[in-house]
């Protein structure tokens, strides 16, 4: 039996392969882009308060707190500074990567015997 109204329409989207294709990279630049950038800002972090045991607590408030903004009042806030350009999205996706990365991050350093020798200086 045929479908009369089929959930994908094959034929729009061989009409549209090029436009799917941009988005789809794009897509994925912009996250790449995010989870880079949030690893630089996330990694100094964990290594602080790994090392400063007091900051971590701080640090995971912080990151918690912009990872439960939601993304539409994110942009509400940042559209008046930022404009609706890509560092608008940047800077609302890097703000989600945070929390994970960050805890992450410090879940595997506290994975790390006391006994290994840091490059503290310690």
């Known amino acids: 039996m045929a479908v009369a109204d089929p959930w994908i ?3 729009w989207v061989r009409r549209h392969g090029h436009d799917i294709e941009a988005a789809a990279r794009q ?3 912009l996250t790449a882009v995010a989870v880079a950038i949030g690893l630089l800002i996330s ?3 964990a290594l602080g308060a790994r090392r400063w045991r007091f900051l971590e607590a701080p ?3 912080v990151a918690g707190v912009l990872y439960t903004i939601p993304s539409l009042a994110l942009f509400a806030l940042l559209v ?3 404009g609706l ?3 608008t999205a940047e800077v609302g996706l890097v703000s989600y990567t945070l929390l994970i990365l960050y805890r992450n991050t410090l879940e595997g ?3 790390v015997s006391e006994d290994v020798p840091s490059s503290f200086g310690d």
Do not use: A, K, M
Request: glycine share 10%; hydrophobic share 45%; proline share 10%.
């Open 9 to 11: 329409r094959w034929d």
């Open 27 to 29: 897509h994925v630049e």
């Open 43 to 45: 990694f100094p972090l």
């Open 59 to 61: 640090i995971l408030g």
């Open 80 to 82: 008046p500074w930022t």
């Open 85 to 87: 350009t890509r560092v």
């Open 109 to 111: 350093l506290r994975g």
